[in-house]
């Protein structure tokens, strides 16, 4: 009979699992698509492309249309791509299935502690999207940071009478990464066929950044327009190294807030490890009983409600 009642309870596990992780991965995949269709919408706005000498309006495609093409498999390489992170979707997404059933199968079926190996199945599957995610927004601080001084590099090429490919090229060669990486392959893709302008958008959407999205619209602009380019980009880096700035003040501003809301989040943790660590009967006793396991459902509720509202209060839209 208790054998039937464990196959039943990791049947339930195992289902409500799955359950998580397809919501998990809708999830990641709404987090993931957002600002890349929003920079794919304002680039759209702005690209414009020379026929027979008339400048004409590249067709737009709707949104249905847009979200159809963008598989998740697509998004993924991408997102992967913009975080550095040498893998292919596929390989990815084996690892993240493994992460995800593995560890908390394991635990479900040998130590028969539920409430464990949901945690761990949680956590192996929020992991990998969250990392992704971090190394990403750290990638792509990297690259605001260096696009001020590539920009100043790019004005000095096209002053000393380079195109601005070979200024590109200087770039590539001169700097150091992401912005070196990024800029040599946007020099691969126009020597292999592309056009500048699609090799320019094609960077700005991989890497998702205001200030990229910003520098490419006027480059692309001045292409079909004309005008001086040299003080378009002194211009633009001049901005850039402001909002870089404006930026770094904002985070030493709200470093404040963020260790305070780190702390109280941990806190509660930590003290639970420590009692378990002096008292591990307490602790057991408390977890198998019905009541602490719906306070610790509330405690984590709370915690993630936390986590979030602080998040909120200190993320500075500008």
């Known amino acids: 009979m208790t054998g039937s009642n464990n196959t039943l309870w990791i049947l339930i596990i195992s289902f409500f699992s799955a359950y998580l992780a397809f919501i998990l991965a809708l999830m990641a995949l709404n987090i993931f698509m957002g600002k890349r269709l929003l920079v794919e919408r304002r680039l759209a706005r702005m690209q414009i492309v020379t026929k027979e000498n008339n400048i004409v309006k590249k067709p737009r495609k709707s949104k249905s249309t847009k979200r159809s093409d963008r598989r998740f498999g697509q998004v993924l390489a991408g997102e992967l791509q913009s975080a550095g992170i040498m893998m292919r979707a596929e390989e990815f997404a084996t690892f993240w299935l493994v ?24 956590l192996g599957i929020a992991g990998p999207p969250l990392y ?16 001020g001084d590539a920009l100043v590099t790019m004005c000095n ?54 200030d990229l999205e910003l520098t490419v619209t006027a480059i692309n602009i001045q292409r079909q327009a004309g005008g001086n380019l040299s003080e378009i980009l002194s211009s633009i880096s001049e901005t850039i190294k402001a909002r870089v700035k404006l930026k770094s003040d904002i985070r030493v501003a709200t470093a404040t807030g963020r260790a305070s809301g780190i702390v109280i989040g941990v806190l509660p943790i930590a003290l639970g490890l420590l009692i378990f660590l002096v008292n591990p009967d307490y602790i057991i006793s408390f977890v198998e009983s019905d009541i602490g396991k719906v306070l610790l459902g509330i405690g984590a509720v709370m915690e993630i409600l936390g986590f979030m509202m602080i998040k909120k209060i200190l993320t500075i839209k500008y």
């Open 132 to 147: 992704v995610r971090k190394q990403k927004k750290k990638r792509v601080i990297a690259f605001e940071n260096q696009l």
């Open 157 to 210: 090429c096209l002053r000393s009478g380079l195109t601005l490919t070979q200024a590109f090229e200087n770039i590539a060669s001169e700097m150091d990464e992401p912005i070196s990486k990024e800029f040599a392959r946007l020099c691969n893709e126009v020597k292999y066929g592309s056009t500048l302008e699609k090799a320019l958008v094609s960077m700005a959407e991989r890497i998702g950044s205001d």
């Open 99 to 122: 992460l995800g059933f593995v560890p908390s199968g394991l635990l479900a079926l040998f130590t028969t502690n539920y409430f464990i190996a949901g945690a761990a199945a949680l």
